[in-house]
Structure formats: C-alpha cells, structure tokens
C-alpha cells in the first residue's frame, strides 16, 4: 500500500503561478501511475493530469493544457503538479491519486490510493 500527502496548496492571484506536491509514504511511487484531481465547491471531481509510471506518458485536461505540468520524481518519492497562468475557475481542491499500474489513466475510478487534497484558491 501506498500513502499519500499533497501540499503547496494556497492563496494566489489570477495569472500567478503555483506548484503544488504529492509525497508518497509506504510502497515506493515507481510501481505506480500517478494523476491529479480536483473538485471545486458544489461540482463534480474532473481529471486534471495523469503521469505514466515511467514517466514517459502524460495526459491532460483541455482546460489546464498548456498552464500545467504535471512530473515525478521517484528518487524523491514525489509528484508534482506545476500550475502556471491561473484562473479563478481553478479554484479547487487538489487531489493526487495512485494506480497500481502502468498508464496515465484520465478516469479517477481507476485510482487505487488518494491523498486528502489541498486547496488552491486564485483570486481575480
């Protein structure tokens, strides 16, 4: 099993940037493909990123594509999720996922572990 703990979440105005972090505990995060998610007040959760266990893949949603960047680093057990460009609409809570597997899947039912989330508040 694996734990994980998302942080660098806050407070941030419109066009600032922001990197926020999944630390994993337990197993190592290289047997893992690894996503983010986030659920803003009243919504559904929405895919966000997904990252291959090697790394090599990535996916994104239309609405962050060319703002974020999601990447690992295994030595470091860490995933992150770098936000440039934001919008008041990214205002959510932020949570990173795990799956025991190899592809950067899109679909947050295909996640095994989550972490609690960190808000992210972006203010016009």
């Known amino acids: 099993q694996v734990q994980l703990a998302e942080s660098g979440g806050g407070l941030v105005q419109a066009g600032g940037s922001l990197r926020v972090s999944c630390a994993a505990s337990?197993?190592?995060?290289?047997?893992?493909?690894m996503g983010w998610f986030r659920q803003a007040p009243g919504k559904e959760r929405e895919f966000v990123a997904a990252?291959?266990?090697?790394?090599?893949?990535?996916n994104y949603a239309d609405s962050v594509k060319g703002r974020f960047t999601i990447s690992r680093d295994n030595a470091k057990n860490t995933v992150y999720l770098q936000m440039n460009s934001l919008k008041p609409e990214d205002t959510a809570v932020y949570y990173c996922?795990?799956?025991?597997?190899?592809?950067?899947?899109?679909?947050?039912?295909?996640?095994?572990?989550w972490g609690q989330g960190t808000q992210v508040t972006v203010s016009s």
């Open positions: 337990g197993r190592t995060l290289r047997y893992y493909a």
């Open positions: 990252i291959s266990r090697s790394g090599g893949s990535k």
């Open positions: 996922a795990a799956r025991d597997g190899t592809i950067a899947q899109v679909m947050g039912h295909m996640y095994d572990y």
